[in-house]
C-alpha cells in the first residue's frame, strides 16, 4: 500500500560520513514501508535549507540524516516555505543532542523505521530575530569554538568546568555588558538581570554539547518555555572557583549563575556579540529577541519511551 511521496535529504558529510554503509537500508526500509522516495544529497552549507524550502511542499514526509545543524536548515527551510508536514530525523552527526532529547535511536535504520512506526510529536522551536533554531541559540566564551571549527557545538558546553578551573586570570575572560529583560514562567512577574556576563545559552533540550541534564531538571520541548542559563562574570578567583562548583553540581543558588524558564526573552548589549544557532553561526547583534514558538513542527518519534524499534523485515508495511 502507498504511504504517499518522501523527500529524503542527506548531509554525506555529517559525523565523518556515517550514513554511507546505511544509505541502501535506509532507503530500502522507506521503500518497503509504501514510500514513493525522492533522495537530495545536499552539496553546500545551506542546501538543505532550500531544498526543503523549495521543494517540500510537495510532499507527505520529510527524512533528513546528518547533524543537528541538518536539522535546523530542514525546519528553517520547512518555515521560509510556510508549510508543514512531518519530518523523519535520522541523525549522523557526533553529539546529536536534539535527536538523544526525543529518544530517537543512534542505530540509523531504527530511526529510518520511524517513518513507518513513528509517532507524530509536535515540538516547540525557538524565533531569534526572526530566524528559527531548534533547540539551542547560545552566546560566550563557550560557543565561539563551535563555529571555529567543522564540528557544532560539540562537547564545549560540557568542558565549561574545565576551561573555567584552568583560567589563571579573569581579565583573559571576555565578558559583555547586557540586559536580561524576560517574564518569569514560574511566577509570571517581569524580571531585568544587568551585568557583565561570559556566557548564556537559551535551550530545548534535555543535552547541549552531549551532556544530559545542563538544561535543567523535568525539561519538556512541548511547554512553551526555554530553559535559560546565563553566567555573569565573577569579581574574584574565589568566586570563580565557587561558581565552577555550581556549574557542575548545579546549584541553584549561585549568584553568578541564572537558570529560569520564560517563553520571551529580550537581550541588549552595549557591543555586538556573536551568537551560535543550534551550533553553527549565528551573526552578531547587539539587540536581540528570542521567542518561543509552541509545538511549531513535527517530528516522528519513537511510539514509546521503551521502544527500541526493533525492525521487523518481513512486516514492515
Known amino acids: 500500500m502507498k504511504k504517499g511521496k518522501l523527500l529524503f535529504i542527506v548531509n554525506p558529510k555529517s559525523g565523518k560520513a556515517q550514513i554511507k554503509p546505511h544509505l541502501l537500508e535506509i532507503l530500502n526500509i522507506f521503500t518497503r514501508a509504501g514510500y514513493e522516495v525522492t533522495t537530495h544529497i545536499t552539496q553546500c552549507p545551506g542546501d538543505a535549507k532550500e531544498v526543503a524550502r523549495d521543494r517540500g511542499k510537495e510532499y507527505d514526509l520529510l527524512a533528513c540524516s546528518g547533524g543537528d545543524g541538518t536539522l535546523d536548515e530542514v525546519v528553517n527551510g520547512m518555515m521560509q516555505g510556510m508549510f508543514q508536514i512531518p519530518v523523519c530525523y535520522i541523525p549522523a552527526g557526533s553529539t546529536n543532542d536534539f535527536a538523544g532529547s526525543l529518544g530517537i535511536p543512534k542505530n540509523m535504520e531504527r530511526a529510518a523505521y520511524l517513518a513507518v512506526k513513528g509517532k507524530p510529536f ?27 571549527t567543522d564540528q557544532s557545538l560539540k562537547n564545549v558546553l560540557g568542558h565549561a568546568a574545565y576551561i573555567l578551573k584552568g583560567v589563571q586570570s579573569l581579565s583573559t575572560i571576555k565578558s559583555y555588558p547586557m540586559r536580561f529583560t524576560y517574564e518569569d514562567a514560574e511566577d509570571g512577574e517581569k524580571h531585568v538581570i544587568e551585568g ?15 551532556f544530559k541534564n545542563i538544561t535543567g531538571k523535568n525539561v519538556e520541548l512541548n511547554d512553551g518555555q526555554f530553559e535559560v542559563t546565563l553566567i555573569r562574570l565573577p569579581g574574584s578567583t574565589q568566586e570563580l572557583n565557587q561558581m565552577v562548583t555550581s556549574l557542575v553540581e548545579r546549584n541553584p543558588k549561585d549568584e553568578f549563575i541564572y537558570w529560569f524558564k520564560t517563553a520571551y526573552l529580550e537581550v541588549e548589549s552595549k557591543e555586538d556579540i556573536a551568537w551560535t544557532l543550534d551550533g553553527e553561526f549565528g551573526g552578531v547583534h547587539d539587540k536581540v529577541t528570542i521567542a518561543d514558538e509552541k509545538e511549531a513542527f513535527v517530528i516522528l518519534t519513537p511510539p514509546d519511551k521503551k521502544s527500541n524499534l526493533l525492525i521487523d523485515k518481513k512486516s514492515d508495511k
Do not use: H
Open 122 to 148: 509536535a515540538c516547540d522551536l525557538g524565533k531569534f530575530n526572526g530566524n528559527i533554531f531548534v533547540y539551542v541559540a547560545a552566546f560566550g566564551m563557550f560557543t565561539e569554538v563551535s563555529y571555529d
Open 196 to 210: 557583565k556576563f561570559i556566557f548564556g545559552m537559551i535551550t530545548n533540550s534535555i543535552s547541549v554539547g552531549g
